[in-house]
C-alpha cells in the first residue's frame, strides 16, 4: 500500500497565516500535495486544499528539516498507508482511505475541496 504523511509546514513565506498542512500521497517517484490549513478531522467541515508541486519521497520519512530556498521548515506529523489510487488528470477528484497510521477515514478532495469522512 502507498504511504501518506502530513507536515506541519511554517515560516513559508507565501502564508500569510504563519503556518499550514501539506498532505503528501505517495504517487510513484514521488508525493502528490495539496495544501491545508487544518490537519484533516472526519466529519469536520469541508477545506480548501490546495494543489501543490509534487513532493520528494523522503518527507515520508520521519523528519523535521527547513525547506528548500527558504520557504521554511517542516516537521512529519502524521503517517501512515492509504488505499485507492489517484488519478493521472490533477483535475479529477481524489477518494482515498486512509489504513493505518495517525489518520483514519475516508479522504475525498474535488475542485479544490476536501473532507475526510468515515469509511
Known amino acids: 500500500m502507498p504511504r501518506y504523511a502530513l507536515l506541519r509546514h511554517t ?3 507565501d502564508d500569510p497565516s504563519g503556518c499550514h498542512f501539506d498532505l ?19 466529519n469536520a467541515a469541508e477545506q480548501d486544499a490546495i494543489p501543490l508541486t509534487a513532493h520528494r519521497l523522503i518527507w515520508l520519512e520521519p523528519r523535521s528539516a527547513a ?10 506529523i ?4 492509504y488505499q485507492g489510487s ?3 488528470d490533477a483535475n ?10 495517525d489518520l483514519s477515514g475516508h479522504l475525498k478532495i474535488v475542485q479544490g475541496r476536501c473532507r475526510l469522512s468515515k469509511p
Open 86 to 88: 489517484l488519478p493521472t
Open 11 to 13: 515560516g513559508a513565506p
Open 67 to 76: 525547506v528548500s530556498g527558504g520557504r521554511g521548515w517542516a516537521e512529519r
Open 24 to 42: 503528501l500521497l505517495e504517487n510513484g517517484a514521488n508525493c502528490r500535495t495539496w495544501r491545508l490549513a487544518e490537519i484533516p478531522i472526519v
Open 92 to 101: 479529477e477528484p481524489v477518494e482515498i482511505t486512509f489504513m493505518d497510521g
Open 78 to 81: 502524521r503517517a501512515g498507508r
